[in-house]
Every structure is written in structure tokens, then in C-alpha cells.
Nanobody, 121 residues
């Protein structure tokens, strides 16, 4: 069984930093793209950033500059470094990954359970 487990969320003051981690575990054959999404109360889930297995990254214009995504393929882990945090960054952050499980011959999307990030003084 494949699962994604996020960690690193919490309460931080405006201007502070946090690093989120998401580790994939289980019977994994291969992992393709990994992404971070977030969902604030009353809003739709939105893409924060994506990184391919080769390390290419993509950020929506609204996320460029303060967030950095990177991954450790040996650990099946993706990270999100968040700097200069603002109250509007408050949300539940979700990890997403396209994974081919060892028992399958196709990739499927998996989601983590989410980790709360609260930016407040």
C-alpha cells in the first residue's frame, strides 16, 4: 500500500519560514511528478508548485519567489521551503505524487492527509 505522509506544518509569525516534508512509502516502483497544493478555509485547493523526477520545477506566478520545491529521490521525499510567510499563506498544505506502485503497470495520483500551516502574530 502506497501512502504519502506530510510533516513540518505549524504556527509561524509573519515573515518567518517553514519547511514541509512529504515522504512516500510502501511498495513503490517509480515516482513521477510530485507537487504541493494548499487549501485555505472557504477557498478552492490551489497548486503551489510541482517538481518532476528529473528536478524541473514549476510555480504559478502567484507562488514565485518565496517558495522552493525540491526532492530527494533516494528517500522518495519532496520538500517545500517557505520563506517570508504571510497571513494569507495560512492553509492546509497537501502533497500529491504520481506513483507507479510495484503491483501496477500505470501511474496513479496519491494524496497526503495534509498539514496545517498558520501564519499569525
Amino acid at each position: 500500500q502506497v501512502q504519502l505522509v506530510e510533516s513540518g506544518g505549524g504556527l509561524v509569525q509573519p515573515g518567518g519560514s517553514l519547511r514541509l516534508s512529504c515522504a512516500a512509502s510502501g511498495s513503490i516502483f517509480s515516482i513521477n511528478a510530485m507537487s504541493w497544493y494548499r487549501q485555505a478555509p472557504g477557498k478552492q485547493r490551489e497548486l503551489v508548485s510541482t517538481i518532476t523526477s528529473g528536478g524541473s520545477t514549476n510555480y504559478p506566478d502567484s507562488m514565485k519567489g518565496r517558495f522552493t520545491i525540491y526532492r530527494d529521490n533516494a528517500k522518495n521525499t519532496v520538500y517545500l521551503q517557505m520563506n517570508s510567510l504571510r497571513p494569507e499563506d495560512t492553509a492546509v498544505y497537501y502533497c500529491n505524487a504520481n506513483i507507479r506502485a510495484a503491483s501496477r503497470n500505470y501511474f496513479a495520483p496519491y494524496w497526503g492527509q495534509g498539514t496545517q500551516v498558520t501564519v499569525s502574530s
